[in-house]
């Protein structure tokens, strides 16, 4: 079936850090690209950074390009993906999802296996 378990969201003040985890089990997220996705109110998911499933390949979306770094350590099947995101600002609060897909992409509809999400709220 397949699991993705996100955690570490929170509250923090503008210019702060702050570490997002996620665990896939269940399935051989080992062999999948790994995501961040985030989503506020009203809006669209918005396509945050992704990784190869070696870990050897990642990609940013403009606004959070040399702030946020994607991670991921593969353990046999499962996959334990962070994000350290950096220099915080306000436009950074969402629900932050991690997700998984067999090929690589951007877009939210290329993700087959999606988490709960995890709340992050900067402050000003």
């Known amino acids: 079936q397949g699991d993705l378990v996100e955690s570490g969201g929170g509250l923090v003040q503008a210019g702060g850090s702050l570490r997002l985890s996620c665990t896939a089990s269940?399935?051989?997220?080992?062999?999948?690209?790994m995501a961040w996705f985030r989503q506020t109110p009203g809006k669209d998911r918005e396509f945050v950074a992704t990784i190869t499933w070696s870990g050897a390949g990642t990609y940013y979306a403009d606004s959070v390009k040399d702030r946020f770094t994607i991670l991921r350590n593969n353990d046999k099947d499962t996959v334990y993906l962070y994000l350290q995101m950096n220099n915080l600002k306000p436009e950074d609060t969402a629900v932050y999802y991690c997700?998984?897909?067999?090929?690589?992409?951007?877009?939210?509809?290329?993700?087959?296996?999606w988490g709960q999400g995890t709340q992050v709220t900067v402050s000003s």
């Open positions: 269940g399935r051989t997220f080992s062999t999948y690209a």
């Open positions: 997700a998984a897909a067999r090929g690589t992409g951007t877009m939210e509809r290329e993700f087959d296996y």
